[in-house]
């Protein structure tokens, strides 16, 4: 099998790397490597931008600055994963980003939670300046192969088709839990499919 780039896991609000188990476990039976950073969300009063510094740290500190690897993002992860290639130039050294339930175009659940002092779910707001300002530069994100897995009964993400990108491949997954999108049997054996390919 040929040597394949190490994935990068990022996970949400309220969850920590282990919502990822059954995707690295997986990966452990064929030999892709993996890391899955826990992150501190602070209840989503930390901003996505300080939470991708950390991430930034983290991956210079285990791979150097020019190492290719691959990204894959769940939920607000996902926003991370995203932030990380277009505005400390991981797009630079990323072959493909795998986007699950990621509120791209953001969630009308934020839309309730005051800005202060959630900060980090306030930049998921729909047609929040983050979010904009983020779409401006979008085109970054062209030669990276992008895969956007979403489900129309996201209750968490809502609307869920506003997960997807502008670009890449969108792939609908019929399960009724947003935690379902990495945690179903079938919805993993898909996402280890787009993995090996």
């Not at 630079?92 to 005051?114: D, E, M, N």
């Not at 956007?148 to 209750?155: A, C, E, G, I």
Request: net charge positive; with cysteine.
């Amino acid at each position: 099998m040929e040597k394949r780039n190490p994935i990068i896991l990022i996970h949400g609000l309220w969850n920590t790397s282990s919502i990822f188990s059954s995707i690295t476990s997986k990966l452990d039976e064929i030999g892709i490597e993996y890391f899955a950073p826990n992150l501190n969300h602070s209840y989503g009063m930390t901003s996505i931008i300080d939470l991708t510094n950390i991430v930034n740290e983290l991956i210079l500190e285990k791979y150097g600055l020019e190492k290719k690897i691959d990204i894959l993002g769940f939920s607000m992860g996902g926003i991370i994963g995203r932030y990380w290639l277009q505005k400390f130039n991981g797009y630079k050294r990323t072959r493909r980003f795998i986007s699950i339930g990621a509120p791209h175009k953001g969630t009308l659940i934020a839309q309730l939670v005051p800005k202060f002092p959630f900060r980090g779910i306030s930049e998921m707001k729909i047609n929040s300046y983050f979010l904009r300002e983020l779409a401006k530069n979008e085109f970054l994100l062209n030669d990276i192969e992008c895969i956007n897995f979403f489900t129309y009964w996201d209750l968490m993400v809502f609307p869920g088709w506003w997960t997807n990108l502008n670009l890449g491949k969108q792939i609908s997954l019929k399960v009724y839990k947003h935690r379902n999108l990495v945690r179903n049997k079938s919805v993993v054996e898909k996402i280890i499919n787009e993995i090996i390919i």
